[in-house]
């Protein structure tokens, strides 16, 4: 049972460090950098474009 939780939680964890773009779905080394620092999953682009046009 705790073996199942335990794989459970890597493979979330894999998931949430894969450098996939949350917004345009494109792999990026910068969304695990912008991850760490704003706690969003976005690439370098979406980001400019999140702060400059925010809705």
Do not use: H, Y
Request: glycine letters at 2%; aromatic letters at 6%; charged letters at 35%.
């Amino acid at each position: 049972m705790t073996e199942d939780l335990e794989k459970k939680a890597k493979d979330k964890n894999n998931n949430d460090l894969n450098n996939i773009c949350d917004e345009c779905r494109k792999k990026d080394e910068s969304v695990f950098q912008n991850l760490i620092m704003t706690g969003f999953k976005l690439c370098k682009s979406c980001r400019v474009s999140k702060t400059i046009f925010p809705l």
